[in-house]
């Protein structure tokens, strides 16, 4: 079971006459990976500083990640 849990296709890739199935966990490290070299590049360019990075992701967690108490109560 734990197999095919990890074998979730989440997309299939056609590049020619071949097809390729692409994971969940493949996605999700592939996205990580361009998301950290896109940062490196960023910061080594001085487009950003870490310090604003790190600040814009807690922004972007407070808005997103929000407790269930602090959701608007529904009437």
Same mark, same amino acid.
């Given at each position: 079971?734990?197999?095919?849990?990890?074998?979730? &296709?989440?997309?299939?890739? %056609? %590049?020619?006459?071949?097809?390729?199935?692409?994971?969940?966990?493949? +996605?999700?490290? !592939? @996205? @990580?990976?361009?998301?950290?070299?896109?940062?490196?590049? +960023?910061?080594?360019?001085? &487009?950003?500083? $870490?310090?604003?990075?790190? !600040?814009? %992701?807690?922004? &972007?967690?407070?808005?997103?990640?929000? !407790? $269930?108490?602090?959701? $608007?109560? !529904?009437?």
């Amino acid at each position: 079971m734990t197999e095919e849990k990890d074998r979730r &296709v989440a997309l299939r890739v %056609i %590049i020619g006459d071949k097809e390729r199935e692409v994971t969940f966990d493949e +996605l999700c490290l !592939s @996205n @990580n990976l361009a998301q950290e070299a896109l940062v490196r590049l +960023l910061v080594r360019k001085k &487009v950003l500083k $870490p310090e604003e990075l790190v !600040s814009e %992701i807690e922004q &972007v967690r407070k808005e997103r990640y929000r !407790s $269930p108490g602090d959701l $608007p109560q !529904s009437k």
